[in-house]
């Protein structure tokens, strides 16, 4: 037991050396190696799936090639659970020597292999998951942050519904710690009165008793924190009570999207929705991103995709701008942090933290030409930045 | 809370135990009378909303598509049983909790794999969408009426059938003593399949009817299974009455305890106390009468 133990210690030290000691290589490198983890089967392998298309669109527009030079993918399936995550992330280092990583789908994961991934000199991107630990005191320099903070979207649908003139709010959501964080968050921006609150466990799908709540206390609006098949099953029972004409519902833009459209039918149509990307928005990059997306794959992307896409395009960008030489890690820091690269967002950059500053746009669900589509209406929030990075002294 | 809120809460509280009743009465008489328990009738409600979703998508025609998909589960029902439970009825529990565990992951993946994960939708008909007014300044959905008015006549068709049919009675006879019914030259095999394709019909038909309320997806009946469960314990196990009793009582507990709980608690225990009224509830039945409501005291 000893002896095997020693040896398992020293083959994982071995190979720690041996990816730290790979010689740095001058001139441009044959390939770029880019790791994907994901959760390949279960309930969240939509949203690994849609970010899979974002990147093979990218790189389809791209020849294969970031900045001229060819790109090795390599995937692995991280699962649901922080170790399922660390042992992935491990082979991706230790067998696949990758030198940037992409996609991820949960905060917890993430926590978990930034470090080892970090240690290893491998560049860091995360194009859903932006845990605020890693925005503030804790921030570092390898990880850039495609999406968002956590608690932005939240932040921003509080500010939407006080742009709208809700004086009166209903707060529905499931009953965890995330939930309560973004029914948290949005009260920040929200300064209006409370009707009522509604915490539901993750499982449940039906909300009459909500919902005949919600009737009685007459809300000027609800806002909605029910992700997955809980928002679907809301949406069609508030319509189905008869409310969706006369109370408005607010949420992010997961509450009803193109996974979901064909499951809500009419229900999802009004639904208030915000966040940093929409594929109605109207810039040159994403008239162009949302054209060959829907060419590609029959339909308008969601907003995972977009993230992922604009990560490759980013990379694109910067390793173009070293003459394809990544070698040298910090120059590719410097060049992500520095690039010129449009995002289909519109304006975005990286703060101090390496977390985006962007815009937050409202949009509503309507039907045009018989397919239920998010139609922008307004943009909320201007160079909208996360609530923690003026803790984040950055080292250098 | 007035009494408008209060009648339209246990209306609601009536129609979730009117479905949990759907789901309970097959488990609760596939484990009284074959003494089986079988961990798949969850997946039996999902599957009964996929059949439902991709005949009415066929076919466009809600009633014909129900019909249709009735058939098809009583199908499958007596599929399984021939094919993979029958083999099981006279195994241990512990074998058959493994077989049948098995066989909700088997489901769950094939279901994956025929229907993608991709949430489906089945539209509430026409004449069933929209609300009603009902005494009480109450605005109430057609389509949950409906399904509890289905729901109803399907326990009361379950009485009729069990006591005033010669099936009925051969099912309760299996239920006393087995080894005598099969002595007098009744084909218990093919009585229990029966039984198990109508469990079976009645855990999809829950599925089908529901489906318009929810996101038809995989993985959708195993919350509904562990609330079954706990209305076949309350209940007792074997009775048909004492399932329809604790289906709705657990339905309405449920359903006030999420209304009430937190108006008169707050926000941070009342949530926490109504998702668990149900269990409680149960706790305090099986220290009072360990038998369930109207189970037949054990030896």
């Known amino acids: 037991m000893l002896i095997s133990r020693r040896r398992l210690g020293t083959g994982l030290v071995g190979g720690a050396l041996a990816a730290a000691t790979r010689p740095a290589r001058a001139g441009p490198p044959a390939s770029i190696r880019i790791g994907v983890l994901h959760a390949m089967t279960g309930p969240i392998s939509v949203i690994a799936r849609e970010q899979m298309m974002g990147l093979e669109l990218a790189l389809t527009r791209l020849g294969n090639r970031l900045g001229g030079v060819p790109v090795e993918l390599f995937e692995e399936d991280a699962r649901m659970t922080p170790d399922t995550g660390l042992q992935a992330a491990t082979r991706l280092i230790e067998q696949r020597h990758i030198d940037i990583l992409v996609g991820n789908q949960l905060s917890n994961q993430l926590l978990a292999y930034i470090a080892p991934l970090a240690a290893a000199n491998v560049v860091v991107f995360t194009d859903l998951p932006g845990p605020s630990q890693l925005a503030g005191a804790g921030c570092t320099p390898d990880l850039f942050v495609m999406s968002w903070e956590n608690n932005t979207n939240s932040a921003a649908i509080g500010l939407a519904m006080t742009a709208a003139g809700v004086k009166r709010a209903y707060f529905i959501s499931q009953n965890y710690v995330t939930g309560r964080e973004y029914v948290a968050g949005a009260r920040k921006f929200y300064h209006g009165e409370v009707a009522g609150e509604a915490y539901l466990p993750i499982e449940q799908t039906d909300y009459a008793a909500e919902i005949a709540a919600i009737r009685a206390a007459r809300p000027d609006a609800v806002y909605v924190f029910l992700p997955g098949a809980g928002?679907?099953?809301?949406?069609?029972?508030?319509?189905?009570?008869?409310?969706?004409?006369?109370?408005?519902?607010?949420?992010?833009?997961?509450?009803?999207?193109?996974?979901?459209?064909?499951?809500?039918?009419?229900?999802?149509?009004?639904?208030?929705?915000?966040?940093?990307?929409?594929?109605?928005?109207?810039?040159?990059?994403?008239?162009?991103?949302?054209?060959?997306?829907?060419?590609?794959?029959?339909?308008?992307?969601?907003?995972?995709?977009?993230?992922?896409?604009?990560?490759?395009?980013?990379?694109?960008?910067?390793?173009?701008?070293?003459?394809?030489?990544?070698?040298?890690?910090?120059?590719?820091?410097?060049?992500?942090?520095?690039?010129?690269?449009?995002?289909?967002?519109?304006?975005?950059?990286?703060?101090?933290?390496?977390?985006?500053?962007?815009?937050?746009?409202?949009?509503?669900?309507?039907?045009?030409?018989?397919?239920?589509?998010?139609?922008?209406?307004?943009?909320?929030?201007?160079?909208?930045?996360?609530?923690?990075?003026?803790?984040?002294?950055?080292?250098? | 809370m007035d009494f408008g809120l209060f009648a339209?809460?246990?209306?609601?509280?009536?129609?979730?135990?009117?479905?949990?009743?759907?789901?309970?009465?097959?488990?609760?008489?596939?484990?009284?009378?074959?003494?089986?328990?079988?961990?798949?009738?969850?997946?039996?409600?999902?599957?009964?909303?996929?059949?439902?979703?991709?005949?009415?998508?066929?076919?466009?025609?809600?009633?014909?598509?129900?019909?249709?998909?009735?058939?098809?589960?009583?199908?499958?029902?007596?599929?399984?049983?021939?094919?993979?439970?029958?083999?099981?009825?006279?195994?241990?529990?512990?074998?058959?909790?493994?077989?049948?565990?098995?066989?909700?992951?088997?489901?769950?993946?094939?279901?994956?794999?025929?229907?993608?994960?991709?949430?489906?939708?089945?539209?509430?008909?026409?004449?069933?969408?929209?609300?009603?007014?009902?005494?009480?300044?109450?605005?109430?959905?057609?389509?949950?009426?409906?399904?509890?008015?289905?729901?109803?006549?399907?326990?009361?068709?379950?009485?009729?059938?069990?006591?005033?049919?010669?099936?009925?009675?051969?099912?309760?006879?299996?239920?006393?003593?087995?080894?005598?019914?099969?002595?007098m030259g009744v084909d218990v095999r093919w009585l229990y399949s029966g039984v198990f394709a109508i469990g079976v019909m009645m855990a999809a038909l829950a599925g089908m009817v529901t489906g318009p309320l929810v996101a038809v997806q995989v993985g959708m009946g195993e919350t509904m299974l562990i609330v079954a469960f706990v209305v076949v314990v309350i209940g007792g196990i074997g009775s048909i009455t004492g399932a329809l009793v604790s289906s709705l009582l657990v339905g309405v507990v449920d359903t006030l305890g999420r209304a009430l709980l937190p108006v008169w608690l707050g926000y941070t225990a009342g949530p926490a106390l109504a998702s668990m009224s149900i269990y409680v509830l149960m706790a305090a039945v099986l220290l009072l009468r360990p038998q369930g409501l109207s189970g037949a005291r054990r030896a």
């Open chain 2, 8 to 183: 339209e809460q246990t209306l609601n509280g009536v129609q979730y135990g009117i479905m949990l009743f759907l789901m309970a009465a097959g488990l609760s008489v596939i484990f009284g009378i074959m003494n089986f328990i079988n961990l798949a009738h969850g997946t039996l409600y999902m599957i009964g909303a996929f059949f439902f979703a991709t005949f009415d998508a066929w076919l466009g025609n809600f009633a014909v598509a129900l019909l249709l998909a009735i058939l098809a589960s009583l199908l499958l029902g007596l599929v399984l049983d021939r094919g993979v439970m029958q083999r099981l009825y006279d195994r241990t529990h512990l074998d058959q909790v493994l077989a049948t565990f098995g066989l909700l992951m088997f489901f769950n993946e094939l279901a994956a794999v025929l229907w993608g994960t991709e949430p489906y939708f089945i539209p509430v008909p026409a004449l069933l969408d929209g609300t009603i007014a009902l005494p009480g300044d109450i605005d109430y959905p057609v389509y949950r009426l409906a399904i509890t008015a289905v729901g109803l006549l399907v326990a009361l068709g379950l009485y009729l059938m069990v006591e005033h049919t010669r099936f009925g009675m051969l099912i309760r006879a299996g239920a006393t003593d087995r080894e005598t019914l099969s002595g």
């Open chain 1, 231 to 396: 928002g679907i099953a809301f949406l069609k029972q508030f319509a189905g009570a008869g409310l969706k004409a006369r109370i408005p519902l607010f949420s992010g833009s997961w509450l009803a999207d193109e996974h979901s459209f064909a499951a809500l039918g009419a229900a999802a149509e009004g639904a208030h929705l915000v966040a940093n990307w929409f594929a109605d928005l109207d810039n040159p990059q994403n008239v162009e991103f949302v054209a060959a997306f829907v060419a590609k794959f029959g339909r308008r992307p969601v907003v995972y995709a977009a993230m992922t896409y604009d990560n490759m395009m980013l990379l694109d960008r910067a390793v173009a701008s070293l003459g394809g030489d990544i070698s040298d890690r910090d120059a590719l820091r410097r060049a992500i942090r520095g690039s010129d690269f449009q995002s289909v967002r519109g304006p975005f950059a990286f703060n101090v933290n390496q977390f985006p500053i962007q815009n937050y746009y409202a949009a509503e669900v309507v039907r045009s030409d018989g397919e239920l589509r998010h139609k922008v209406t307004a943009t909320i929030a201007t160079g909208f930045k996360d609530g923690y990075f003026d803790q984040c002294h950055m080292p250098r």
